[in-house]
C-alpha cells in the first residue's frame, strides 16, 4: 500500500529488487496489480508494471542483503509506474520454472546470519500462491523479501516537441489557425504549461519567442504561417512544454508518442462566380 500520510499524490516506480537463492532455465516476469477483494487482481495489471527478465539476469545469493547490488535482482520497468495513494498494490512474479527460490521472511524464523526472531510482519498484507494467476492461496506467516524504488523529481522541467521534417510532404503546408492535441497527465501538485513557436509565411522569419498556448484548443493566428517550407532547413514548428511539481515523489507525463498537431489552412474562393451568374432587376437610386 501507498502511504497516504508520507506520499499523499501517490508515487513512481521506476523498479523493484528482488533477492532469488536459486534459479533456473526459463525466464521470470515481474508484474504489479491492484488488489481486489484482498488477493491480487485475476486479470488487471497496472499499466507498464511488468518487466521480463532472462536467468542470465538474476543474482542468486546465500546472504541477501537489500544494500547489497550483487545479491539483488532488479526488474526495471519501460517508464517509471504511477501507484496512487492509499491503493493496495501486489508484487505478481510468474514463472514456469520450479528451479527459482526466492527470499521469504517467515514469522517464527531467524533471520539468515543471525539469531534474531522474525517477531512480527514488516509490511501489510500477505504473501500468496497460485498455479494458475486466478485463484490465490494465502500464506499468512510468510511475506516476500523485496524493495521498491521510487523516483524523486526535480520542481521543474522542459520537453520540446518538433516536426520531423523527413515524414512532411516536400510542398508547403500553410496554416492559419492550428490545434496541438497532447495526450499527458497531470497529477494532484504537478502542471504542465503549453508553449510554441511557428514561422511566418511572410517573411519566413522564425518566431523569436514562444505564445503560451492550451492544447486541445484552436488557435486563431494573426498571420498565415508555413510547415515544410523547401527554403529552411530549420525548424518550422515548435512546442514547448514545462513541467512542474511541487512534490518530488509525482511529476506530471508527457507520452512522447501520442503528440499530434493540425495544422488549418482557411481557403476561400469566388466558387467560380462571374457577371453573367447576376441578373439586376432593380438598380434602385
Known sequence: RVDAEHHVDGIFVPSVDLFFKNKGTLPVELQIR?????????NTIIPGAVCVLEPEDINISDKPNTENALTKTTFTFSSPVYLNSAYDYALVVITDDYGYDIYTAELGKQILGTERIISKQP?????????????WTPIQDEDLMFRINMCSFQNAGIAYF???????????????????????MEI????????????????????????????????????RKVIANSSYDQTDFDV????????????????HNRQNLIAIENYINDTTLTSNNFVITNGGY
Open 240 to 255: 514547448r512544454v514545462n513541467m512542474l511539481t511541487g512534490n518530488p515523489a509525482v511529476s506530471p507525463v508527457i507520452y
Open 162 to 184: 518538433k516536426e520531423d521534417k523527413t515524414k512532411l510532404p516536400t510542398s508547403n503546408t500553410l496554416y492559419d489557425a492550428f490545434e496541438v492535441h497532447s495526450d499527458a
Open 123 to 135: 509490511f501489510v498484507g500477505s504473501l500468496y500462491r497460485s498455479q494458475n494467476q486466478r485463484t
Open 188 to 223: 494532484s501538485s504537478t502542471k504542465l504549461n503549453y508553449y510554441y513557436k511557428g514561422r511566418s509565411n511572410t517573411t519566413g522569419y522564425f518566431d523569436a519567442a514562444y505564445t503560451s498556448i492550451r492544447p486541445e484548443e484552436k488557435i486563431n493566428l494573426t498571420e
Open 34 to 42: 491492484p488488489v481486489e477483494n484482498g488477493a491480487p487482481s485475476s
